[in-house]
């Protein structure tokens, strides 16, 4: 008897750890094991670099988060981040002048194209993954045709220093990067958004539901294009901080967007909507991001990151699977 | 999808879906005949043009109906472009120029590619992971391991197997006869199989498919493996069309996304269970002229591709727009 109860007891326990976010203890093996191969990583000073280099996918990820819980897809997010790449180069021309003024229109373009996505999903109907991959062929088109195919140009620095800065010598973090405000800023606005607001609970009651959200007075137009331009002005967000440490080019965010995607579901928000943190999300971006530094330290290349994020993806999303069964 | 019943003209047997093939490859058509008269390219509108036009249907015509077939059935796959690359550069690699190895070489694509569709099948039914995640990532890993062993052309298809791209039988390009029969042979397996019957039943409702005694993860799996094998022939034409594979075919052919826009365009519906192969071609049919019409009318490749995907949208939206229910 006693061993019987022995057993169940083993058992529940087993399910409460199992319950909690996978995201989480994976995130810490991955930075110990930095950790272990460049022991500086554990300074406040690594970290804070680590974040700095994480930010526009973590951004990037905050944003596809809110299409993802009212249940579409936003692959349209990586032609964007390179659209803001190309475009700031070519609106300031190197002219520090310009760069507020570039990074208005930016937004503004954020702004057209998140409502474009949403209203052509909500009113035409038109499935979001065709619909972003509409957006994604019309933004590469553009990024292309603006800049002639060959991008030219640089960006001022004040316009980089969003990406690039740091303040020394800050007490308790040694540096502080302008991109770890950002991203702190983002995440902040969007746990507000998500788990403070009603907005955020809509939001995922149409994922869960659409119908029955509609029918329960939601005003699920509104909140679907909402959803579309949150992540169109993160994709923005995200292109002007990789602009401070990436080159000017026509490959800036692609493949960003499934990175994104990957991150969120590592991060256990479930596709097709309804579910979704954003400390899971921003969790999973962190690990996706902790993942290439670590097997960059190990010295494998490029192509082998691809095959160990595919592998992780399938992992993360299979887990996330288990755990709901057994819940 | 209550709306469908207010819909009659979306209400045809499976397999045809005459909203999309009776309306899109018409007005393709048309197009090109008008696209053709008014820039001055008569030659267009010979036995040869046309040929040409249709040829460059073959490499996103033979991907796209496997496509339709897991998309009918309810899954995606987010793996063929990078499973066309390996297969192309498979099988040039095997081949490196000798005839006498092509039979190996097909071999062992489609040993490769089964392998992949099997994977993709298990890991969306037994393993229940969202299809476009499972084959994202199945994707990725073919795409590490095949730019870790090479980075440029590989090897060299015999020249004998080239024919499969350029040789004709009569007028008939080979490659045509290729796609022609192989859409005709899905839609017949489709329309008068037990397997087609399921593959709509398993797309449409699995859970009923499951209690009516359908081995639905057979089913999904057996999907997989069909769309795997067809992206290996696209692999395949490809290899024999440029002579060799290189790792990067298949993606810079966009023909993951291309091959859902096409099948989404021809009347397939991506929650599954409804559509087919016929609307597909429609789609792959419109995507050709647009190439084709681009092209004489000298459209800089900037803004065809803005073009390419304002179209895509409203393609789909032609015959979306009056869905009353929420669309993912």
């Not at chain 2, 197997?161 to 008939?172: K, N, T």
């Not at chain 2, 209690?211 to 999904?220: D, F, N, S, Y």
């Not at chain 2, 409804?274 to 609307?279: E, K, L, N, Q």
Request: with cysteine.
């Amino acid at each position: 008897m006693s061993a019987l109860h022995l057993k169940s007891d083993a058992k529940s326990r087993w399910r409460a750890l199992l319950r909690v976010n996978p995201v989480f203890p994976v995130l810490i093996l991955l930075m110990a094991g930095i950790a272990y191969y460049n022991p500086n990583f554990l300074e406040p000073a690594g970290l804070m670099n680590f974040l700095r280099r994480a930010a526009p996918l973590a951004v990037l990820t905050c944003g596809q988060l809110f299409v993802l819980i009212t249940g579409g897809f936003d692959l349209s997010a990586g032609a964007l981040v390179t659209l803001t790449v190309i475009g700031a180069s070519l609106i300031t021309m190197g002219d520090p002048a310009m760069a507020w003024p570039a990074i208005g229109v930016l937004y503004a373009i954020a702004l057209a194209v998140g409502t474009a996505n949403g209203l052509i999903v909500h009113r035409l109907k038109v499935p979001s993954i065709i619909t972003t991959l509409g957006m994604l062929l019309f933004l590469n088109g553009t990024a292309r045709a603006w800049s002639g195919g060959s991008p030219r140009g640089y960006l001022p620095e004040n316009f980089r220093a969003f990406g690039r800065f740091v303040w020394h010598g800050v007490p308790g973090v040694q540096i502080l990067p302008i991109a770890v405000l950002v991203l702190a800023a983002v995440v902040a606005v969007a746990a507000w958004l998500l788990h403070g607001t009603n907005f955020g609970k809509l939001a995922l009651a149409i994922g869960d539901n659409a119908r029955s959200a509609e029918l329960a007075g939601v005003p699920v137009g509104p909140l679907r294009v909402a959803a579309f331009v949150l992540s169109s002005l993160s994709a923005v967000t995200a292109g002007i901080l990789l602009g401070g440490f990436a080159g000017v080019s026509l490959g800036a965010g692609d493949g960003m967007d499934l990175e994104a995607i990957a991150a969120a579901v590592i991060g256990g928000t479930r596709l097709l909507g309804g579910r979704g943190t954003v400390a899971g999300a921003l969790a999973g971006a962190l690990t996706l991001y902790a993942l290439f530094t670590l097997l960059n330290l190990l010295g494998l290349p490029q192509p082998v990151r691809e095959s160990v994020q595919g592998v992780i993806l399938i992992a993360a999303a299979a887990a996330a699977w288990r755990q709901r069964r057994q819940a | 999808m209550s709306d469908i019943a207010a819909r009659p003209h979306l209400r045809t047997r499976p397999g045809l879906r005459l909203s999309a093939t009776t309306v899109i490859a018409p007005l393709a058509a048309v197009a090109f005949v008008v696209t053709a008269l008014a820039t001055g390219e008569q030659a267009q509108l010979s036995w040869t043009g046309i040929s040409g036009l249709l040829e460059r249907m073959v490499a996103l015509g033979i991907v796209s109906i496997g496509q339709t077939l897991v998309i009918l059935a309810g899954s995606i796959d987010l793996s063929v472009a990078h499973l066309i690359s390996v297969a192309a550069v498979l099988s040039s690699w095997v081949m490196q120029g000798d005839p006498g190895r092509i039979l190996e070489a097909v071999a062992a694509v489609f040993a490769v590619c089964a392998v992949v569709g099997l994977v993709n099948g298990l890991l969306v039914a037994r393993l229940a992971v969202n299809p476009l995640i499972a084959t994202l990532g199945t994707g990725l890993i073919l795409k590490g391991l095949l730019s870790t062993s090479f980075d440029n052309f590989a090897g060299a298809v015999a020249p004998q197997f080239q024919f499969f791209a350029y040789g004709s039988i009569g007028p008939l390009p080979i490659s045509l006869l290729t796609l022609l029969i192989l859409a005709l042979a899905a839609s017949l397996m489709l329309r008068r199989t037990v397997f087609g019957a399921h593959l709509y039943a398993v797309g449409g409702n699995a859970a009923g498919a499951r209690l009516a005694g359908i081995r639905t993860e057979r089913v999904v799996v057996a999907g997989h493996i069909l769309c795997s094998l067809l992206a290996g022939v696209t692999g395949l034409y490809l290899a024999a069309r440029l002579g060799s594979g290189a790792p990067w075919v298949g993606k810079d052919g966009l023909y993951d996304l291309e091959s859902i826009a096409v099948a989404v365009i021809g009347g397939t519906f991506l929650t599954g269970g409804r559509g087919g192969v016929a609307g597909t071609l429609a789609g792959v049919f419109l995507f050709a002229v647009l190439d084709s019409a681009f092209t004489m009318i000298g459209i800089d490749p900037f803004f065809q591709q803005i073009l390419r995907g304002v179209i895509v949208v409203a393609a789909v939206a032609a015959y979306t727009f009056r869905t009353k229910a929420h669309v993912g």
